[in-house]
């Protein structure tokens, strides 16, 4: 899975979104449990992600980058009598490739303290995240909210350029890298990324994008930045609004967010619940 950054509106209202209901958030057709094994298999355990190469072994998954970027460990399968060899295995692995990685740990990943080992090994544990997924159905309001009249599909490379400035001018972080890879993706698989923004007076003020995951039934929603001074317009509604919509269109079924704890109110109304919670564990410094 792919970390997001949502910022918090203080306000939903917008044309089209009246009438939402607390108890829109369910699990559709089955159970919690049986949405988490259909969440692991399909986006941890057999996901493929462009720009990296997917490798499995008998005790993880990981996925490799071609571009020197940061690589991951998106599932494992250690118990508590071999995760301290595995962690071990793995720092070495990554230490010959002269990369840095990071370990996804999901709450419900055995053994229980996974996480605490992995921070006795030296790894940076990030703070929780949740993972929100919300099950889309017809008549959801999400798909039948008003399109915002400023919001704009995002497709060439200016537009990318545009979102990395927005991005840089709110978490004051560089994020050319991901600018990068968002036109490398666009160009390499143009149908599974769609990116889209709020201009105002030919500015870019809010933007969010989302992947189709090949093989899944699920979508990932990234972004949804909004500039100071143009927050609480509902423009995090609208682009939430667009995604949903593009992924129903395309035959997804389930939206997913790794949301922070600012992001998951807003979310909550509009339907999303909380499959587990996510945990960046980085490694050593001396891995890079």
């Known amino acids: 899975m792919r970390k997001v950054e949502v910022l918090y509106e203080k306000h939903l209202v917008y044309i089209g979104f009246s009438g939402i209901k607390k108890d829109e958030g369910r699990w559709g057709d089955m159970g919690k449990d049986a ?3 259909k969440f692991h298999k399909e986006l941890r355990q057999y996901a493929e992600v462009e720009g990296y190469i997917r490798e499995e072994t008998e005790h993880v998954v990981r996925h490799i980058s071609q571009f020197g970027e940061k690589s991951f460990i998106i599932s494992s399968n250690v ?26 740990v999901y709450s419900y990943d055995k053994p229980s303290n996974l996480m605490e080992r992995l921070a006795q090994q030296g790894f940076t544990i990030e703070d929780p995240e949740a993972v929100m ?15 915002h009249p400023q919001l704009k599909e995002i497709t060439d490379e200016q537009g990318i350029q545009d979102i990395v400035k927005l991005e840089d001018s709110i978490w004051h972080v560089s994020h050319l890298e991901m600018g990068i890879r968002l036109w490398r993706d666009k160009q390499a698989i143009p149908e599974s990324l769609h990116l889209y923004g709020i201009y ?9 994008w989302m992947y189709t995951e090949n093989n899944s039934s699920f979508v990932s929603l990234w972004g949804g930045s909004t500039l100071p001074d143009y927050r609480g317009r509902g423009y995090y509604s ?19 967010v790794d949301a922070s704890p600012m992001s998951r109110p807003i979310l909550e109304k509009f339907g999303f619940c909380c499959l587990a919670y996510a945990y960046a564990c980085d490694s050593p410094s001396h891995n890079s």
């Open 35 to 37: 949405l988490i094994s």
């Open 79 to 104: 118990t508590d009598g071999n995760v301290e060899k595995v962690i071990e295995q793995e720092l070495t692995y990554f230490r010959k490739l002269h990369q840095a990685f990071e370990w996804k």
């Open 133 to 147: 997924v919300l099950t889309l159905e017809a008549q959801h309001a999400l798909l039948l909210a008003t399109t």
């Open 200 to 208: 105002e007076d030919n500015q870019l003020v809010s933007a969010a």
């Open 238 to 256: 609208a682009l939430l609004a667009a995604r949903a919509k593009k992924a129903f269109e395309k035959g997804y079924r389930y939206l997913t």
